[in-house]
């Protein structure tokens, strides 16, 4: 069973047995943006460094991005969320926007665990 991470900027990465990452924001973090309307997603191919931009969120109420919590390549990208961002306000453990082949495993030791996630939101 894989172990889900946390950042700062509320995402959340699960690293399946493949080494690759699943990656999407928290449901504090859809809760806090309400109602989403647009998902910009990057392209599949991208390098990606941890703590830059890769996706842009519109909701009703403000604008947000998701911010790479590890540094790899973009190897897909979940185009549901093209048509329907709200699977996200439904579901936001079980909506990944983009799933990446790490290109440095250690960085998820920078990340929080489920238990120090729920401290830092509180």
Avoid: C, R
Avoid at 21 to 33: E, K, N, R, Y
Avoid at 40 to 65: N, T, W
């Amino acid at each position: 069973m894989s172990q889900i991470k946390y950042s700062e900027e509320h995402e959340w990465v699960e690293v399946g047995d493949d080494g690759i990452a699943s990656i999407g924001i928290t449901d504090f973090a859809q809760a806090q943006l309400g109602d989403l309307v647009y998902i910009e997603l990057p392209e599949e191919g991208q390098e990606i460094q941890k703590g830059e931009s890769v996706s842009v969120i519109e909701s009703v109420k403000a604008a947000s991005e998701l911010y790479a919590p590890v540094s790899g390549t973009i190897v897909e990208v979940n185009g549901a969320l093209d048509e329907k961002p709200e699977l996200v306000n439904q579901d936001a453990m079980g909506n990944w926007f983009i799933k990446v082949k790490l290109s440095d495993a250690d960085e998820l030791d920078d990340l929080m665990d489920e238990a120090d996630y729920k401290d830092s939101i509180e």
